[in-house]
């Protein structure tokens, strides 16, 4: 798990410096920084997920937004996100999933009103099955690399402050394959949906 967060995090820092010497070489780039954190409300979406309600989590983690021209921009993330779901609204049974985002955001800017649309990858940290007061590991049930997409609008300057709603959603399934018996395998159809609403701080752009 170690190396994949060390190479996502050099990915995002070779963008940076990559648009930070761009905007000092051409005076029509721009980049900025920033942090973001909030709320989330996610569930399992597809033909098996039928008996599953939502469950509130939180996301944060930084940014960097690259100006391409005046109204076009890309912003690959770095995230930690929650997610998971609980079993017919029941409060003492549900399960939670951690992960590492790499949204990778391409924004339509109008004078900080911007809608944005990209793939997202997920690599799984860890889940928990939680019953009440117990809590079991369940990792091993789930694949490693969750891919989806993402989808939002928001208000976000160069500097300061900014807010946004963003939807995730999954392409690929979320549990691995398992046997119901010798000759019979069973791939539950459940992927990750998530409602995200956020508050960010930008830094280092341009005025």
Same mark, same amino acid.
């Given at each position: ?98 992960? &590492? $985002? @790499?949204?990778? *955001? ?5 004078? /900080?009103?911007?809608?944005? +649309? !990209?793939? #997202? %990858? ?13 809590? &079991? $590991? @369940?990792?091993? *049930? ?5 891919? /989806?997409?993402?989808?939002? +609008? !928001?208000? #976000? %300057? ?15 399934? @979320? ?33």
């Amino acid at each position: 798990m170690k190396k994949p967060i060390v190479i996502l995090l050099a990915l995002l820092l070779g963008l940076s410096t990559a648009a930070q010497a761009q905007r000092r070489g051409q005076s029509g780039s721009d980049v900025s920084l920033g942090l973001k954190a909030g709320g989330s409300l996610t569930n399992f979406s597809g033909p098996d997920a039928n008996g599953l309600t939502n469950r509130f989590g939180f996301h944060a983690g930084i940014f960097a937004n690259i100006g391409i021209t005046s109204l076009f921009a890309f912003q690959p993330e770095l995230l930690y996100s929650q997610k998971g779901f609980k079993v017919n609204g029941n409060d003492n049974d549900k399960y939670r999933l951690h992960y &590492v $985002d @790499v949204p990778l *955001a391409f924004h339509i800017n109008t004078d /900080g009103l911007f809608f944005e +649309l !990209g793939p #997202q %990858l997920g690599f799984l940290a860890g889940a928990s099955h939680q019953v009440g007061n117990a809590s &079991v $590991d @369940v990792k091993s *049930a789930y694949n490693t690399v969750d891919f /989806g997409y993402l989808a939002g +609008l !928001g208000y #976000q %300057l160069k500097e300061g402050l900014g807010v946004g709603l963003r939807y995730n959603g999954g392409f690929t399934n @979320v549990e691995k394959p398992y046997f119901q018996s010798s000759t019979v395998t069973v791939q539950n159809r459940r992927r990750n949906s998530a409602f995200q609403l956020y508050l960010t701080y930008s830094f280092n752009g341009r005025r």
